[in-house]
């Protein structure tokens, strides 16, 4: 009986530790052409939760906050609060497609994006992003965390 309830215990100890969300990952985005930074605090939408969520919910999305969704060809603003600007990018991280103040109740894609980055309105203005400019990606730190090693994979 004792060895019955040791397998239990050890089973609800795995299955509950695979349950766990891994922390949420913090980019700074910055537009290696033009050398001007896009977002400080960048969300990603890499899983299907989060990318069916995207935006939806949030009220305004402040100066340097934004949303790296991948992959990600075409987004919808159905339901959206505050009009974005949406950067298209490919697997190299170059930019194929801008759409400034996109606003509620709108469709918008790019066939040959792999990503998209949804951001506050007026920032592809204020950073002079344009088609064909290139983007880097570093993680922001959270307080109490160790640094990380790189950038995830898109």
């Given at each position: 009986?004792?060895?019955?309830?040791?397998?239990?215990?050890?089973?609800?100890?795995?299955?509950?530790?695979?349950?766990?969300?891994?922390?949420?990952?913090?980019?700074?985005?910055?537009?290696?052409?033009?050398?001007?930074v896009?977002?400080?605090?960048?969300?990603?939408?890499?899983?299907?939760a989060?990318?069916?969520?995207?935006?939806?919910?949030?009220?305004?999305l402040?100066?340097?906050?934004?949303?790296?969704?991948?992959?990600?060809e075409?987004?919808?603003?159905?339901?959206?609060?505050?009009?974005?600007?949406?950067?298209?990018?490919?697997?190299?991280?170059?930019?194929?497609?801008?759409v400034?103040?996109?606003?509620?109740w709108?469709?918008?894609?790019?066939?040959?994006?792999?990503?998209?980055?949804?951001?506050?309105?007026?920032?592809?203005?204020?950073?002079?992003?344009?088609?064909?400019?290139?983007?880097?990606?570093?993680?922001?730190?959270?307080?109490?965390?160790?640094?990380a090693?790189?950038?995830?994979?898109?």
């Amino acid at each position: 009986m004792n060895t019955l309830r040791q397998l239990f215990r050890k089973l609800r100890i795995h299955f509950s530790a695979r349950r766990q969300t891994p922390p949420e990952i913090r980019l700074r985005v910055a537009n290696l052409t033009r050398n001007t930074v896009l977002a400080t605090c960048m969300e990603v939408a890499d899983t299907g939760a989060k990318r069916n969520k995207g935006l939806l919910g949030r009220k305004f999305l402040a100066p340097g906050e934004g949303l790296w969704i991948r992959p990600c060809e075409a987004v919808h603003t159905f339901w959206m609060r505050f009009p974005i600007d949406l950067v298209y990018m490919d697997r190299k991280k170059r930019i194929r497609k801008l759409v400034s103040a996109v606003p509620a109740w709108r469709l918008s894609g790019c066939l040959w994006a792999h990503s998209v980055l949804e951001l506050p309105q007026g920032t592809i203005h204020s950073t002079q992003t344009q088609v064909g400019d290139t983007l880097g990606f570093s993680n922001v730190p959270s307080p109490g965390d160790q640094p990380a090693g790189g950038v995830p994979d898109a």
